[in-house]
């Protein structure tokens, strides 16, 4: 089974660069005197790295946190699925497993007829039960 990488390379772009930035603001300029009352290196600027760090954290709960608990729920539905189990593939076909293979799975559609499709194209099982709605 294919690896998928989680993080994304231009979220971890930024927060490195981010990162740098900021280090690079808090270290003391070349041939500058000190200034009056002048706290030192994280004196002043302990509130902008608290700030930048807790940028960071937040960002983690709200965006790559969800997206690795997503993931997760996919490659177990993926594992799970078997000769039988009705889908939906990602380009909205409707259709019961007749087979599966290592990378694709053949569906069995309504008309009779199968498709093979990659079995990364599936994206949900559909509810065993009757799912019709009653009209009056």
């Known amino acids: 089974?294919?690896?998928?990488?989680i993080v994304n390379p231009g979220v971890l772009a930024g927060?490195?660069?981010?990162?740098?930035?900021?280090?690079a603001s808090c270290l003391p300029t070349e041939g500058a005197p000190p200034a009056e009352g002048d706290q030192g290196i994280l004196g002043g600027s302990l509130p902008m790295i608290i700030f930048i760090v807790l940028i960071i954290v937040?960002?983690?709960?709200?965006?790559?946190?969800p997206q690795r608990k997503q993931q997760k729920e996919r490659q177990?539905?993926?594992a799970?699925?078997?000769t039988g189990d009705k889908v939906i593939?990602?380009?909205?076909?409707?259709g019961v497993i007749d087979?599966?293979?290592?990378?694709?799975?053949?569906?069995?559609?309504?008309?009779g007829a199968t498709m093979r499709v990659t079995k990364n194209s599936v994206v949900a099982k559909r509810d065993t039960g009757n799912t019709a709605v009653a009209r009056k």
């Open 1 to 5: 089974m294919k690896k998928i990488n």
């Open 15 to 23: 927060l490195i660069i981010s990162l740098l930035v900021a280090i």
């Open 58 to 65: 937040m960002m983690y709960f709200t965006m790559m946190r």
């Open 76 to 78: 177990e539905m993926m």
């Open 80 to 82: 799970q699925l078997r």
């Open 89 to 94: 593939t990602a380009a909205g076909i409707f």
């Open 99 to 111: 087979s599966i293979s290592e990378d694709s799975v053949v569906l069995k559609l309504e008309s």
